[in-house]
């Protein structure tokens, strides 16, 4: 599959389906010079469902160069254009398109926590609008020869892995994303009454409590491919262990080996193979970066391996994440953070999960 046959497909299931654009809405389409055959279907897409599209280019090398020269006011400033995008774009779509997977790996990760810390009040916002509808925010993959080499794939054979993730082989993809949809929506329906989460496996032993906090289904409505249910912990739930199997990239810094121990929901010890710099920096980027602020199960089978994107990865079928940080208001969570941080496990060889002291999950399959 080429790009510029991926290109028109997506941005239909994208407008119509995933952010259906309505007339005379803003919609803000975030994308660099890889992401063009994209930009061009979702703004020619936009027209004509009615909405004006305003495109933000974001041309490559530029927040290395950003972290590299800028000084503590400039860290500190936050760009009145992109305040005014956060609170009036009706829908916004961010494209992942990387030229450079390790472009900010050089970059210090404190001016990096520092630019966070400026516009914490923004990212607080901007989910405050997502969780009440008030804008349809998506982010979406489009294959790179960048994003390629860091799967360990070719890029003809990565177009084709994330065309079949996104559901886009198939005749109806939008069923297939609504198939998904009545399917989680069924799992979230029995999570709706319980109380109490077990899990164990290699590599974790951990538990929480979440009465009163609300699972969601994620399928294919805000991220593109999709497929994961999640909830937000109680705050102090929150005890026991786990050393993640799977590496991250956060700020563009690959951290791998991460291993947690948690006591009444804080995270005690911390501790990181590789990266353990930019891990520190962000556990103590605030009191409520050492709280979850989500815990979640990947349901995407087309996502089989580790991509070192999370847009992918926290997807993956066999999987759960959990995130270091701030809460997702739609799961009536409180914690609160300028850090949200989705770290991922894989379950598929005994992970399971006790839910109220019913096996609800085992090495990646839902038993109810």
Known sequence: MRRHDFAPKLAKVITEYSRPIQPGQLVALTGNLESLPLLEALYVATLERGGNPHVMYSPPGFSELFYHYANDDQLDYVNPIIEFVYAKADVLINIEAPLNTKAMASSDPTKIARSQAASGHLFKAFLERIGSNSILWGLVAWPTQAAAQQTDMGFYAYSEFLYRACGLHLDDPVGYWMKMRDEQTRLVEWLKDKSHAVIKGPGIDMSFDFQGRIWESAHGELNFPDGEIFTGPI??????????????????????????????????????IKGEDTLMTQLDMDEGARRLGEFAIGTNFGVDRITGSILLDEKIGGSIHMAIGNSIPQTLGVNESKVHWDIVHGMQDGGKIWIDDVLFYDSGKFKV
């Open 235 to 272: 705050e102090d739930s929150v005890n026991g262990w786990v050393h993640f199997n799977m590496k991250s990239i956060y700020y563009g810094r690959e951290v791998d080996g991460i291993k947690f121990r948690f006591e009444q929901g804080r995270i005690v010890e911390a501790s990181a």
